[in-house]
């Protein structure tokens, strides 16, 4: 099991090394490793089909970042407790607030008997707040309430000047992420 964890874990060097990367220590271990072997043969031709030669016309890139907008991820600046004992003992509200561009987006985590509700706000002005995973309930003075039954649900995109913000959940604020 080990090995498949490792073998998983190096992905993004294969691909790096089927763009024609050099890297002697992986080039060693796919020698050594029928899976790994597999995977790079699979991932050569791949790479080859969709190699482009040349420049992109710019009309594709401007195209490309209006399809797929940019988006980032939100700092987090400050909790007002331990994280990690939030999520163990369901009974303590807490805030977390986060850097956007322009601003800040505090939210409120509070208990309810099924669940979690959030109530936050953004304080930059021409922010629109989505939800992916439930309704949103926003109000005009940019403060909003969704209403989960875990923690985990709870990731919020900020749009701002252009960008889309993601604001992580709980428990990816408390890994670091």
Not at 96 to 116: C, D, H, N
Not at 148 to 153: D, G, I, M, P, V
Not at 167 to 173: D, F, G, K, L, V
Request: net charge neutral; aromatic share 6%; charged share 20%.
């Amino acid at each position: 099991m080990r090995h498949v964890n490792r073998c998983a874990a190096l992905w993004p060097r294969l691909v790096d090394l089927a763009l024609g990367a050099t890297d002697t220590e992986l080039t060693a271990h796919v020698e050594g490793c029928a899976q790994c072997a597999r995977s790079l043969a699979q991932l050569r031709p791949i790479v080859g089909a969709l190699a482009v030669s040349g420049e992109v016309p710019a009309a594709w890139v401007e195209r490309a970042v209006r399809v797929f907008p940019r988006r980032a991820r939100a700092k987090l600046l400050g909790s007002s407790m331990q994280l990690a004992l939030a999520r163990t003992s369901v009974g303590e509200p807490f805030l977390l607030r986060f850097e956007i561009p322009g601003g800040q987006f505090s939210v409120m985590y509070r208990p309810t008997a099924k669940g979690w509700e959030a109530l936050g706000e953004v304080d930059v002005p021409g922010a629109q707040v989505s939800w992916p995973q439930g309704r949103l309930l926003l109000t005009s003075d940019l403060r909003f309430q969704a209403v989960a039954k875990s923690l985990s649900s709870f990731e919020f995109l900020v749009e701002v000047d252009g960008a889309t913000v993601a604001i992580p959940t709980p428990e990816e604020a408390d890994a670091g992420e």
